[in-house]
């Protein structure tokens, strides 16, 4: 695998290595740290029962969200449409 070198001040090397685990590269560190995970890492974190909950929220979510976003659309739709300008009075 290629590499490449990074310069860390003294402060964020020390950061980096207090969070680092026993056995662990500093590349498999970083990559931890930033959330990038491969599929067995994450495998068998959560039962069936779980993951099956958490799928039905996700989409529960999504759902509300999408309705949410057509909601907003068409009121905005609505008061587009309704705009009355009105020029300065002539009294």
Avoid: C, H, Q
Avoid at 12 to 38: I, N
């Amino acid at each position: 695998m290629a590499t490449k070198t990074i310069s860390l001040d003294e402060e964020a090397y020390e950061r980096l290595k207090a969070r680092k685990k026993e056995g662990e590269s500093f590349s498999e560190t970083v990559k931890r740290l930033a959330g990038e995970r491969s599929w067995n890492e994450v495998a068998g974190i959560l039962s069936e029962e779980e993951a099956t909950g958490l799928e039905s929220a996700i989409e529960e979510g999504r759902t509300r969200s999408k309705e949410r976003s057509n909601r907003l659309t068409a009121e905005l739709d609505e008061a587009r449409s309704t705009v009355v300008l009105v020029g300065p009075s002539t009294e």
